[in-house]
């Protein structure tokens, strides 16, 4: 199935399963993140496309920090 994270508005994530339009919302906390629309049986690829949508979102903003450190 194809996934795609279509918007994130903190502390939400909203991924879309292109095949069946159906959106998962995600609620990330500090340590959990949590899952609350959605069919059960693609909650696990909705929550790795989520998840890497979040560290490739933390490796920029690392990256942007270092680059313009002194």
């Known amino acids: 199935m194809s996934f ?3 918007r994130h508005e903190h502390p939400n994530i909203f991924v879309v399963n292109r095949q069946t339009y159906e ?3 995600f ?4 340590d959990v993140m949590l899952s609350f629309d959605g069919a ?3 909650l ?3 929550r790795r496309t989520a998840i890497a949508f979040l560290a490739q979102t ?3 903003e ?6 313009s450190a002194p």
Do not use: F, I, L
């Open 62 to 67: 690392y990256a942007a920090s270092v680059a």
């Open 27 to 30: 609620t990330v906390g500090d």
């Open 58 to 60: 933390r490796t920029k």
């Open 4 to 6: 795609q994270v279509v």
């Open 23 to 25: 959106t998962y919302r």
């Open 44 to 46: 696990g690829e909705a």
């Open 40 to 42: 059960p049986s693609d």
